[in-house]
């Protein structure tokens, strides 16, 4: 059956439709970002409308965390009301992009939190990212923002907990 479909018109069609971006598929934008949700997660206006961004890479503390609301205030004076360039890296459970965010500067926004001690470099989910690595190593010597704690907690441990307590 599917030989009466394999004709060269349609293979020459299939291809092209492979080839062609599609407009559904475009993943890089750009836009401003409008919401500063937590330290990594932000909103950005993309086509007129917020789109939910979860910084790749990186893990912030919750809010109601030593230093969650430190964390907020970093992305928030790095990127709120800037426009910036998301790189996405796809979606997340909760239909979030997961994305790099790229200042006007040029500086990466996921890498300045974690260079500025506001988080953990999330290595289940980057574990190939030897840059978030690095920074976290100097940010830890050099006890900056949260390092400052001697036993900081990681974000999915507190989260871990709290659930285990409910």
């Not at 990186?58 to 907020?72: L, M, T, V, Y």
């Not at 890498?111 to 840059?131: F, H, I, N, S, T």
Request: hydrophobic share 40%.
């Amino acid at each position: 059956m599917i030989y009466r479909w394999f004709k060269p018109h349609n293979l020459v069609l299939v291809t092209a439709l492979w080839i062609l971006p599609h407009p559904c598929l475009a993943s890089d934008f750009a836009g401003q970002v409008v919401g500063v949700i937590d330290g990594d997660t932000i909103k950005v206006l993309h086509n007129g409308r917020e789109e939910k961004v979860r910084l790749l890479g990186i893990d912030c503390p919750e809010k109601r965390q030593a230093f969650g609301n430190r964390a907020k205030q970093a992305a928030s004076e790095f990127a709120f009301r800037k426009s910036v360039t998301v790189m996405s890296h796809g979606r997340d459970r909760y239909k979030r992009t997961i994305g790099e965010v790229i200042l006007l500067d040029g500086k990466n926004l996921n890498q300045e939190l974690v260079r500025e001690g506001m988080c953990w470099w999330y290595r289940q989910y980057a574990p190939k990212d030897m840059k978030l690595e690095r920074l976290e190593a100097e940010a830890r010597t050099a006890k900056r923002g949260l390092w400052v704690d001697p036993n900081p907690i990681p974000p999915w441990e507190w989260r871990h907990r709290q659930r285990s307590v409910r």
